[in-house]
């Protein structure tokens, strides 16, 4: 059973970066797409980046150009560089295959100050 743990948020200033990653505790990802998704305060849960197996991403537009999404060679890892963080991108970060497949992990919290 593949646990999901999120880390490396924080609070930063508009401008700044954070690299979140997520690892798979117990085993790979066995899923062919692999995404984060964030969860405003308010808002629904979105998905701001995905990658499949053979390297392909898609972004969310506001993301575009800012976040980049990647795994590691032995897919236990997911992460997302985030770079030029603004305000609205201030949400819980989480991880999951999509379709959602996976028991959601804790998220991590990134905050983003003006």
């Known amino acids: 059973q593949v646990q999901l743990v999120e880390s490396g948020g924080g609070l930063v200033q508009a401008g700044g970066s954070l690299r979140l990653s997520c690892a798979a505790s117990?085993?790979?990802?066995?899923?062919?797409?692999m995404a984060w998704y964030r969860q405003a305060p308010g808002k629904q849960r979105e998905v701001v980046a995905h990658?499949?197996?053979?390297?392909?991403?898609n972004y969310v537009d506001s993301v575009k150009g800012r976040f980049t999404i990647s795994t590691d060679n032995a897919r236990k890892t997911v992460y997302l560089q985030m770079n030029s963080l603004k305000p609205e991108d201030t949400a819980v970060y989480y991880c999951?295959?999509?379709?959602?497949?996976?028991?959601w992990g804790q998220g991590t919290q990134v905050t983003v100050s003006s």
């Open positions: 117990g085993s790979t990802f066995s899923r062919t797409v």
């Open positions: 990658i499949n197996i053979f390297g392909t991403r």
């Open positions: 999951n295959s999509v379709p959602v497949w996976y028991t």
